[in-house]
């Protein structure tokens, strides 16, 4: 017998209530032992919030893939109006909820398509050495200090560069869009968070917005070889994609493209440093870069709450029946580690294979950019072990309080006396464990 | 092997192109396409179709 909207296991209250605080602050350091108790003793949770929670694999698989579950009906009650909220900010929001990732079908395939082949691996091979000569390029900025952070200096740098040049978008921008990225994924999409935080996160829709529109307009008098101009003649063609989806799209490719590669090259670096037989396995094994990735992926995904979805009619989810006009987040980092499907869930294992995380998501939202992202994430990891000893942390970092699961910062140094052109894994040192 | 592509539902991941690219390639929209089903051992193809995030793709016989 299936109950309606109740939990049916016995919820303990601090669990309950650690579940409300992941989800408001979520700057938590190892939320992984809560979730694992979460998965097991509750994972179809109500929380106190309203929001339900899912942290199963097969049900955060089977709810992104049930188009009943709306991405689009979700993102509605996002939107954050305020009451002092004035036309131009209305217009922002709107656009914003018409981009790809807030999307049902038919809308998004009818836009997603129109971007895909460039993020396929025969549309990105062009881009190749490009992409090459950017990693190398900012690693050769690094090679000469001792001691720097890997995030500001090496994680944000590369895909920043990458998808400025796919755009055609000008780098030298980045000083003004950068942070407005950073507060756009500050936003908590589970309870709006403070009103601080949500003012502030629609300054950066505008102003994403109004820079867009600037450049919309520019390009249109100058196109180029990017897809600002590819999405242009899109939207000049009329039925294939309106004003907002363009400006609202673009917002997206700048965000996404960045914020999330950004902070998984951090992240995988930190488990590296955290596994120090594994980092020094690397670097002897180039070859094992490509399941390194997939497992730095499952291990520490950037995706943290992800994006809500609303039901459009009662969804039996485990064996409970979630009532219609619920909203669900599906935690996809607990769903890397759930034992049933992964053999010993906790171990960070760069030889792992057949590795079926859902850090990409899985049904239509599946990650536009995942070639591109595996791209880069591979290449600089592939430059870094074979330009560098291994690193040593100089400080136990800690986690942004965001939407997605980043660090503040990740400050390493060269082993002492090691000669930066050259790998020599014998000089670790076990620094945290 | 024969493997079956549903085109509508395809959302050109390129999912199944990184799994197995010998097996798997994507048209100009990048929509998936089979180039040679036995280009590949069946267990990673076989993979590739599970790992397709809106399954759509059928292996219709072994």
Same mark, same amino acid.
């Given at each position: 017998?299936?109950?309606?909207?109740?939990?049916?296991?016995?919820?303990?209250?601090?669990?309950?209530?650690?579940?409300?605080?992941?989800?408001?602050?979520?700057?938590?350091?190892?939320?992984?032992?809560?979730?694992?108790?979460?998965?097991?003793?509750?994972?179809?949770?109500?929380?106190?919030?309203?929001?339900?929670?899912?942290?199963?694999?097969?049900?955060?698989?089977?709810?992104?893939?049930?188009?009943?579950?709306?991405?689009?009906?979700?993102?509605?009650?996002?939107?954050?109006?305020?009451?002092?909220?004035?036309?131009?900010?209305?217009?922002?929001?709107?656009?914003?909820?018409?981009?790809?990732?807030?999307?049902?079908?038919?809308?998004?395939?009818?836009?997603?398509?129109?971007?895909?082949?460039?993020?396929?691996?025969?549309?990105?091979?062009?881009?190749?050495?490009?992409?090459?000569?950017?990693?190398?390029?900012?690693?050769?900025?690094?090679?000469?200090?001792?001691?720097?952070?890997?995030?500001?200096?090496?994680?944000?740098?590369?895909?920043?560069?990458?998808?400025?040049?796919?755009?055609?978008?000008?780098?030298?921008?980045?000083?003004?869009?950068?942070?407005?990225?950073?507060?756009?994924?500050?936003?908590?999409?589970?309870?709006?968070?403070?009103?601080?935080?949500?003012?502030?996160?629609?300054?950066?829709?505008?102003?994403?917005?109004?820079?867009?529109?600037?450049?919309?307009?520019?390009?249109?008098?100058?196109?180029?070889?990017?897809?600002?101009?590819?999405?242009?003649?899109?939207?000049?063609?009329?039925?294939?994609?309106?004003?907002?989806?363009?400006?609202?799209?673009?917002?997206?490719?700048?965000?996404?493209?960045?914020?999330?590669?950004?902070?998984?090259?951090?992240?995988?670096?930190?488990?590296?440093?955290?596994?120090?037989?594994?980092?020094?396995?690397?670097?002897?094994?180039?070859?094992?870069?490509?399941?390194?990735?997939?497992?730095?992926?499952?291990?520490?995904?950037?995706?943290?709450?992800?994006?809500?979805?609303?039901?459009?009619?009662?969804?039996?989810?485990?064996?409970?029946?979630?009532?219609?006009?619920?909203?669900?987040?599906?935690?996809?980092?607990?769903?890397?580690?759930?034992?049933?499907?992964?053999?010993?869930?906790?171990?960070?294992?760069?030889?792992?294979?057949?590795?079926?995380?859902?850090?990409?998501?899985?049904?239509?939202?599946?990650?536009?950019?995942?070639?591109?992202?595996?791209?880069?994430?591979?290449?600089?990891?592939?430059?870094?072990?074979?330009?560098?000893?291994?690193?040593?942390?100089?400080?136990?970092?800690?986690?942004?309080?965001?939407?997605?699961?980043?660090?503040?910062?990740?400050?390493?140094?060269?082993?002492?006396?090691?000669?930066?052109?050259?790998?020599?894994?014998?000089?670790?040192?076990?620094?945290?464990? | 092997?024969?493997? /079956?592509?549903?085109? =509508?539902?395809?959302?050109?991941?390129?999912?199944? &192109?990184?799994? %197995?690219?010998?097996?798997?390639?994507?048209?100009?929209?990048?929509? /998936?396409?089979?180039? =040679?089903?036995?280009?590949?051992?069946?267990?990673? &193809?076989?993979? %590739?179709?599970?790992?397709?995030?809106?399954?759509?793709?059928?292996?219709?016989?072994?």
């Amino acid at each position: 017998m299936s109950s309606v909207g109740t939990n049916t296991g016995v919820m303990n209250k601090d669990l309950a209530r650690w579940v409300v605080e992941y989800m408001t602050d979520p700057s938590i350091s190892d939320p992984y032992p809560m979730l694992a108790e979460l998965q097991t003793t509750d994972p179809v949770h109500h929380s106190e919030l309203g929001t339900w929670v899912f942290t199963r694999y097969a049900d955060v698989d089977q709810v992104a893939r049930d188009q009943r579950w709306s991405r689009f009906e979700a993102a509605q009650t996002e939107m954050g109006l305020l009451e002092d909220t004035d036309d131009d900010l209305a217009i922002a929001l709107r656009a914003q909820q018409m981009m790809l990732i807030n999307r049902d079908e038919p809308d998004h395939t009818r836009i997603r398509r129109l971007l895909q082949k460039t993020f396929t691996p025969k549309g990105l091979a062009g881009w190749m050495p490009r992409i090459q000569q950017i990693i190398d390029s900012v690693i050769d900025s690094v090679v000469d200090l001792d001691t720097f952070d890997f995030v500001s200096k090496v994680g944000y740098p590369i895909p920043e560069m990458v998808i400025c040049e796919l755009m055609g978008v000008p780098h030298s921008d980045h000083d003004l869009w950068g942070a407005w990225a950073s507060k756009s994924v500050a936003r908590n999409r589970v309870n709006s968070g403070t009103e601080e935080n949500l003012r502030e996160a629609q300054q950066a829709v505008l102003n994403f917005n109004h820079y867009f529109r600037d450049l919309v307009a520019r390009r249109r008098q100058n196109p180029g070889n990017d897809l600002v101009t590819l999405l242009i003649r899109a939207e000049e063609e009329g039925d294939r994609l309106s004003e907002d989806e363009l400006i609202g799209t673009l917002v997206m490719l700048i965000t996404a493209g960045h914020e999330t590669t950004a902070n998984m090259l951090g992240n995988g670096l930190y488990c590296l440093l955290r596994h120090p037989e594994q980092y020094e396995l690397l670097i002897a094994q180039p070859s094992l870069v490509s399941t390194a990735v997939e497992e730095m992926l499952r291990y520490e995904p950037t995706p943290k709450l992800g994006l809500p979805r609303l039901s459009t009619e009662p969804i039996q989810v485990g064996e409970i029946t979630i009532p219609v006009g619920s909203r669900a987040i599906m935690l996809r980092n607990a769903a890397n580690r759930d034992p049933s499907v992964f053999d010993d869930p906790t171990s960070f294992d760069i030889t792992r294979v057949e590795n079926r995380h859902v850090s990409f998501g899985t049904g239509i939202h599946f990650c536009l950019g995942s070639v591109l992202a595996r791209t880069e994430l591979r290449m600089t990891f592939a430059a870094l072990c074979r330009r560098f000893p291994q690193f040593e942390l100089v400080e136990i970092p800690s986690w942004r309080a965001t939407g997605v699961r980043a660090l503040n910062s990740l400050m390493v140094r060269r082993p002492a006396h090691s000669d930066a052109t050259e790998s020599s894994g014998h000089q670790r040192r076990k620094v945290i464990e | 092997m024969k493997i /079956a592509i549903n085109t =509508d539902k395809c959302i050109g991941s390129g999912n199944c &192109v990184f799994t %197995a690219p010998d097996v798997f390639d994507q048209d100009e929209e990048g929509r /998936a396409v089979v180039l =040679d089903a036995s280009a590949q051992p069946a267990s990673t &193809v076989v993979f %590739a179709a599970a790992g397709c995030p809106v399954g759509a793709i059928t292996i219709v016989e072994k």
